[in-house]
């Protein structure tokens, strides 16, 4: 009789289980996401001046917007007619959408699955099926939505007489590779779902897989609380940015676009990292100006420490941001880890997070966009109609300094973090 209960409330909380986490909740986790991507692509292009663009291209340019924010692509055309010439090239994450739409995917799978131990990897798989589906479908909609050709003004200068008088009308537009934002916005979708149960302690794991929580998950969740932490240092000064200097459209913009992109940048270079770029024509980078400043130069510019610190010297600060914020990421690793970890352990599992993270960071955060016009061989007449920036890091030796950064921070945050260990160690033998 016994067997028999315990077999038909198995069932049950199978059924219980899938019922949780159908078809209904995956959707609406799904949507949920593109919601508040779009909310945040809308509101961010808005505060930049997109909704001016002509021939109603802000939708579009917002769904592209969201498409780019999961790793799509987007290609940029153009055409002047016979007797004129157009290139352009845009490549760029814009990394608050893609925070937004991480962490509300992140929450709606996570959700269904709290306050249980234990899942099996048929329920994960099948759960995280559900969701990837929907989206497979959603992404296809917004790849094939992405798509756009708008006019572009000459002016009224030497540019603008020769489009006159040659019946130049430049267009510029944009579409998708639909097959490789399909299939790299399903492997950003993959990424964000593990790193959800990476991250949660609360979030069950397949037996298999509990052997690894001790040394990942703690790390995991370090390095995610120092990112969001950056995102909110980033904002609180931009806003205080914003209501003493003003340009709030601006500053509302880069929060809403592309916070990240910036603040994880001044994590790396704090590092020690060095970033190659340059800035020619009316591109521009977003605050503080001294980015732009060391970057428009006739030729490649470094972007480190050193450089920054010859226009202003108060970026050696980020150093010391760095340091705190690294020691306490590892404090916060080390005080969730079993005492049993030592501390040489946490060092070790310190900076492998750290590379990780790091090599995350120059490959998101890479910026590269270019324009330029030309009529019978002559290019920007218009003084204003081509450009180029681009922005890339020396990624090894990014990576190379995370190592060090890692171990010493890592084994301070242990040394930190020894007290509240043995608290638990000692609550441990109690109970025994």
């Not at 131990?117 to 099926?129: D, F, I, K, M, T």
């Not at 020769?162 to 019946?167: A, C, I, N, T, V």
């Not at 681009?390 to 973090?417: C, K, Q």
Request: positive net charge; proline residues 4%.
């Amino acid at each position: 009789m016994s067997s028999r209960t315990s077999s038909g409330q198995a069932r049950t909380s199978g059924k219980r289980a899938v019922a949780r986490h159908g078809w209904a909740h995956a959707l609406v986790t799904v949507l949920g996401g593109l919601l508040a991507m779009a909310v945040v692509s809308a509101l961010g292009l808005w505060a930049a001046g997109a909704a001016d663009l002509p021939d109603g291209a802000f939708a579009p340019v917002v769904v592209a917007t969201v498409v780019t924010a999961v790793g799509g692509s987007v290609k940029l055309s153009g055409s002047a007619g016979g007797l004129a010439d157009t290139q352009a090239g845009l490549t760029v994450i814009p990394l608050s959408v893609t925070l937004t739409g991480a962490l509300v995917i992140a929450w709606g799978f996570l959700r269904p699955l709290r306050h249980r131990a234990v899942a099996g990897a048929a329920e994960l798989a099948g759960w995280a099926a559900r969701i990837a589906a929907l989206w497979l479908l959603a992404l296809i909609g917004l790849a094939l939505a992405a798509r756009h050709t708008f006019d572009i003004s000459l002016g009224n200068d030497a540019l603008g007489e020769l489009g006159d008088l040659f019946g130049v009308s430049p267009e510029i537009g944009f579409t998708t590779d639909v097959p490789l934002s399909v299939f790299v916005g399903v492997v950003w979708l993959a990424g964000v779902l593990v790193l959800a149960l990476l991250v949660s302690r609360g979030a069950p794991l397949p037996a298999g897989l509990l052997r690894f929580q001790t040394s990942v998950r703690p790390a995991a969740y370090a390095m995610v609380a120092l990112l969001l932490a950056y995102v909110v240092i980033g904002v609180v000064v931009a806003l205080v940015v914003a209501a003493t200097r003003g340009h709030a459209a601006e500053t509302f913009a880069v929060i809403l676009l592309g916070m990240p992109n910036l603040v994880w940048l001044t994590l790396t270079i704090g590092l020690g990292a060095t970033w190659n770029g340059r800035v020619e024509g009316p591109f521009g980078l977003p605050m503080p100006h001294v980015l732009d400043e060391v970057l428009r130069t006739p030729d490649i510019s470094e972007l480190n420490l050193r450089t920054l610190s010859e226009h202003d010297g108060r970026v050696w600060w980020l150093l010391v941001v760095d340091a705190v914020l690294l020691i306490a990421a590892a404090f916060v690793m080390a005080a969730r880890s079993p005492a049993r970890v030592r501390a040489w352990q946490h060092a070790v599992h310190m900076a492998v997070a750290l590379v990780l993270t790091v090599f995350m960071i120059c490959l998101v955060g890479r910026i590269s966009a270019h324009y330029g016009l030309s009529v019978l061989g002559i290019g920007d007449l218009g003084g204003g109609l081509a450009g180029e920036l681009f922005l890339r890091p020396r990624l090894w030796g990014a990576v190379g300094l995370a190592v060090p950064w890692g171990l010493v921070t890592g084994f301070a945050g242990a040394l930190l973090a020894r007290h509240v260990r043995r608290r638990g160690e000692v609550r441990a033998e109690r109970a025994g």
